[in-house]
């Protein structure tokens, strides 16, 4: 199933409207959305790598929590093969390996 038909199906699934907004961001510009943002890009058609760096802010209560699609499929975050696990063996957010924390509010 194409990344396009998943989105509008699952949007439908869950009672939301999938609004699409193009956004030209200049060469040398940053973009910064809400984690629920679906988001990409075009390809690349120049002759060197694109790059990329990422930031996901989190509160510090952040825990896992299952989640599945409107077919009933499991959603699986891509990170979550990499962090630890918690001792009831879900990924931990907490690892301070992957996640660590760059500031504290209290």
Known sequence: MNS?????????????EVRKVPMV???GHVSFHHCRTHHGSGPNLSDRPR???SFHLQD????????????GTPV???HDVLVRRT???LPDYADP??????????
């Open 4 to 16: 396009n038909r998943m989105l509008e199906e699952n949007a439908a699934y869950n009672n939301a």
């Open 25 to 27: 961001i200049p060469k």
């Open 51 to 53: 790059r990329a760096i």
């Open 60 to 71: 510090g209560e952040n825990r896992y929590r299952a989640f599945r699609r409107s077919d």
């Open 76 to 78: 699986a975050y891509n």
């Open 87 to 89: 001792p009831e063996g």
């Open 97 to 106: 390996e992957f996640l660590p924390v760059l500031w504290r509010t209290r």
